[in-house]
């Protein structure tokens, strides 16, 4: 495993040393890897929304009304199942 070195002001080292005495981790490093992985599923998911938000701003505009639209989706999925 790859070792990394980070300095911390002292409250932010003080506060890691309480999360990780509080019970959740056993130590620390095991709470630093908790919100480093924690991130690394925000992040995806901040992108896959907003590889969603892109595509539905490239779709363009519609003259369908909302209603049309969830009749449309309501009959896909019908056909679907």
Known sequence: MAKLTVALPAALKDWVEAQAENGLYT??????????????????????????????????VTDESMP???????????RSA
């Open 27 to 60: 130590d620390a490093e095991k709470y630093l890897r908790d919100l480093i992985r924690r991130d690394q599923v925000r992040a995806t998911a901040v992108a896959e929304f907003q590889s969603l938000v892109d595509d539905g701003l490239a779709s363009g």
């Open 68 to 78: 049309d639209i969830l009749s449309s989706l309501k009959s896909e999925r019908l």
